[in-house]
């Protein structure tokens, strides 16, 4: 079953890694310190603006809740529940925009680059190319 | 049983995020992050009531440490922080106010603890030190916090803190080759060895009587009454 249904298998361990990244970086917003993020610096630069929050819900949730969407999709779509992997599609679409909109937000807007931001980014794109396959092979 | 294991495994998953997320803000004591959780999420969970740490000695800082107030005043206060961080620049008038409202009842400690992430965090932290032996750490800790928004923009902000070691009348010359000398990085240094033996990791982190503050209690009402209840405790208070 996982052999051909592999693409999901990859789809489901990517938005766990996805999903511990949003949550660690809703920990952090909620907590509101300084937080010592080396790599790239700017951590509380992007999750202090006024972008890290949608209606009063920090967007790192937003991505926590997307994430475990994807990974319960995908887990479905395993169990050979078609649909799942169906909605997947448009879900991981959504993502992939709103990445793109966070990183140039990120980029020209904030000046100030969040590492774990971007591991989220990275994470949805990998998401994306493996929904793409799983389309390909019609499973 | 094979029918309903994805939904055991989608549970079992959403069983850990939602743990995790408890234990994470949890163990932060912050009761903020409770009802943050809750909106962002229909999970229904206690909201966490944020209490103060166990005490813990750590090693030491850098002496003689900076201090205000009476060595032996009832309740002491130890500020673990880094000048270029916003929350640490918006706790210094909250700091300020409880040591005008408290006066010889409360003794302040100052310890640097520059993070890596801020690009001027160690020169803030060395021109406070440098300033600190000429007698004026306050005067110029004071200083950066204010201006804060001002250099933390700059490419370099040590002229700006030349500037203010001018200002509060310090012998500019001394100050500058005092910024580069190993005193200044030994205090810094062993702040921050004193920083990670108490468990600091972010800032501020302020601890009261050794009792480290959960970060949603430092606004003035709150850090107000927990020093009240410090006071009532040593059975000082009027």
Redesign the interface.
């Known amino acids: 079953m996982i052999r051909t249904k592999w693409p999901y298998a990859l789809a489901a361990l990517l938005s766990?890694a996805g999903?511990a990244d949003s949550?660690y970086l809703?920990?952090e917003h909620?907590?509101?310190?300084?937080?010592?993020?080396?790599v790239t610096?700017?951590?509380?630069e992007v999750l202090?603006s006024s972008y890290a929050v949608i209606a009063?819900?920090?967007l790192a949730?937003?991505g926590?809740?997307a994430y475990?969407s994807v990974?319960?999709l995908a887990?479905?779509a395993?169990?050979g529940?078609r649909t799942a992997g169906i909605l997947l599609r448009p879900l991981v679409a959504v993502m992939v925009l709103m990445s793109l909109w966070l990183f140039y937000l990120q980029a020209f807007v904030i000046r100030a680059f969040c590492q774990f931001c971007l591991l989220s980014a990275a994470i949805t794109i990998g998401l994306m190319i493996v929904v793409l396959l799983a389309w390909k092979k019609g499973i | 049983m094979k029918r309903l294991l994805p939904f055991i495994i989608i549970l079992g998953v959403l069983g850990v995020a939602v743990g995790s997320v408890v234990y994470l803000t949890r163990s932060n004591s912050g009761s903020m992050a409770g009802v943050n959780a809750n909106q962002s999420s229909s999970w229904s969970q206690p909201t966490p009531q944020p209490t103060l740490k166990p005490a813990r000695t750590g090693v030491a800082g850098a002496e003689p440490a900076h201090t205000h107030g009476p060595a032996n005043a009832p309740v002491k206060l130890e500020e673990f922080g880094d000048f270029e961080c916003p929350p640490c620049g918006m706790f210094h008038p909250i700091l300020q106010q409880m040591e005008k409202e408290f006066g010889d009842k409360l003794h302040v400690t100052f310890r640097e603890f520059p993070l890596a992430s801020h690009q001027h965090a160690i020169p803030a932290a060395s021109a406070a030190e440098a300033a600190g032996m000429q007698g004026k750490f306050w005067e110029m800790h004071a200083l950066i916090f204010e201006h804060q928004n001002e250099w933390k923009t700059q490419f370099d902000a040590r002229p700006i803190f030349e500037g203010y070691a001018k200002q509060i009348g310090l012998d500019v010359e001394r100050f500058k080759r005092d910024v580069d000398s190993d005193r200044v990085e030994q205090r810094i240094f062993l702040d921050v060895r004193r920083a990670r033996s108490m468990g600091v990791g972010s800032t501020p982190t302020v601890f009261i009587n050794n009792k480290e503050i959960p970060f949603q209690l430092l606004p003035a009402d709150s850090l107000r009454v927990l020093i009240q209840d410090e006071l009532r405790a040593a059975g000082t208070q009027k």
């Open positions: 766990l999903l949550l809703t920990v909620l907590e509101g310190r300084s937080v010592p993020c080396s610096g700017g951590c509380e202090t009063g819900i920090p949730a937003v926590a809740a475990f990974f319960s887990t479905l395993i169990f529940y």
